[in-house]
Every structure is written in C-alpha cells, then in structure tokens.
C-alpha cells in the first residue's frame, strides 16, 4: 500500500522559492528511505527500518508540510509496536495538514487496529469527504483507489467497488493509468480481504508486534 509518487517537472533555478527547496528536498530524504527499504532482503532487520525512520524524519524537519513522510514514519512506528509514537506523529500530521484525505484514512485505521470503532469512523468520513473532493483534481489511480479504500471501510466492498468504477466513469484518472493499475486495484477490492490487508501492510508488516 506504497503511495506512488508523481513528481512534477520544475525549472531549478536561482529564484527557486525557499518553499520549493525545502519540498524537494523532503521528497529527496522519502525517497531514499522508501527504496532503502524496498532493496532489502525480507526479513528486514530493525536496523534497516530505524534507518528509513530517520531519513522520513529529516523529510519532516526539510518540509513540515511533506504529508508522505508523515504517513510512512507513522506506520514504520506502529507496525514495530510503538503504538504511541505513530499515533502522536499522525496526530501532529492532522494538526498542521488539516485536508489531507490519506492522514485522516491513516488515523483510522490506527484506531482501528485497537478497536476505537467510533473514532476511527469519524476519520473514515471526513477522508471520504476529503477524497470526493481531491479525486477529480489529482486524477490518479492511488487516490482513485485510497477512496475506494476508505468506503470499503466506511460502508462494504459493494459500495467501495460502486465508488471506484464511478471514478473511473467519469474520467477521474490519466488514460496511461489505466492499463497499468485498473485490473490489480480492482482485484483486490474484488477479493482481499480488507482488514487483514491493511494488518500485513500497515499496521504488523514486520510481524514484530
């Protein structure tokens, strides 16, 4: 459940905006963590993720806006048992990101996973509400699919599938995409099994809880 980054082409020049730099330097710093940990060998070594901790972090520290940093430092904490310290660092996300659909979809599975059913609701819904507002903007296969995600939480998979190919219906998507991600998306709201998913994924993909 890797967010994938679309990077934009900008021209690097001496008047650059400081808030530019200090952004590309975030995506820097979440890039080189994510593939340090996708170049290691299964089981990863808690020295591995401790390392990609630090790297997400010094993300944050360069952007304190870089909402993916944020994102994955949070799930590198939870899923190796510390429970507070990713809830805290989503906490502080939500705080000074306040419409960020995937840290309010995040929240709640976090409390979720320590069965706050009602809490973890009240996120579902303001990041369904968020993602039906960024969905026709953003126009991108994961934030098609994060939504579809939210609802199959939210509601059922039936719903979750209806939202989907609603989406792809109306154009909310690169045509390039399409091929590439419809069918594997589609599989696994068809067939996965959500809960558990997000367990592997998200919240114990180390199994070291």
């Known amino acids: 459940m890797r967010k994938l980054l679309v990077v934009m082409a900008l021209f690097l020049t001496a008047g650059l905006s400081a808030y530019a730099q200090n952004n590309a330097k975030a995506e820097q710093y979440y890039e080189e963590?994510?593939?340090?940990?996708?170049?290691?060998?299964?089981?990863?070594?808690?020295?591995?993720?401790?390392k990609a901790i630090n790297l997400y972090k010094k993300a944050i520290a360069a952007d304190a806006t870089y909402s993916p940093a944020y994102e994955q430092l949070a799930i590198e904490y939870w899923s190796l048992g510390k429970q507070k310290e990713g809830f805290d660092i989503i906490q502080t996300a939500t705080e000074k990101i306040s419409d960020d659909a995937m840290l309010s979809l995040l929240k709640g599975i976090f409390l979720e996973d320590i069965e706050k059913v009602d809490?973890?609701?009240?996120?579902?819904?303001?990041?369904?509400?968020?993602?039906?507002?960024?969905?026709?903007?953003?126009?991108?296969?994961?934030?098609?699919?994060?939504?579809?995600?939210?609802?199959?939480?939210?509601?059922?998979?039936e719903v979750?599938?209806?939202?989907?190919?609603?989406?792809?219906?109306?154009?909310?998507?690169?045509?390039?995409?399409?091929?590439?991600?419809?069918?594997?998306?589609?599989?696994?709201?068809?067939?996965?099994?959500?809960?558990?998913?997000?367990?592997?994924?998200?919240?114990?993909?180390?199994g070291l809880k």
Request: one cysteine or more; charged letters at 30%; aromatic letters at 16%.
């Open 119 to 157: 809490e973890a609701n009240t996120c579902y819904k303001e990041a369904a509400a968020l993602f039906d507002k960024s969905v026709q903007t953003k126009k991108n296969f994961d934030t098609l699919f994060y939504r579809a995600m939210t609802y199959y939480l939210l509601e059922n998979q």
């Open 33 to 50: 963590a994510m593939d340090w940990l996708y170049q290691q060998e299964e089981p990863i070594s808690k020295d591995a993720v401790l």
């Open 160 to 206: 979750a599938i209806a939202k989907y190919k609603e989406a792809i219906d109306k154009g909310y998507y690169p045509e390039e995409d399409y091929e590439e991600f419809y069918d594997m998306q589609m599989e696994i709201l068809e067939t996965v099994d959500l809960l558990e998913f997000i367990q592997q994924s998200i919240t114990n993909k180390y």
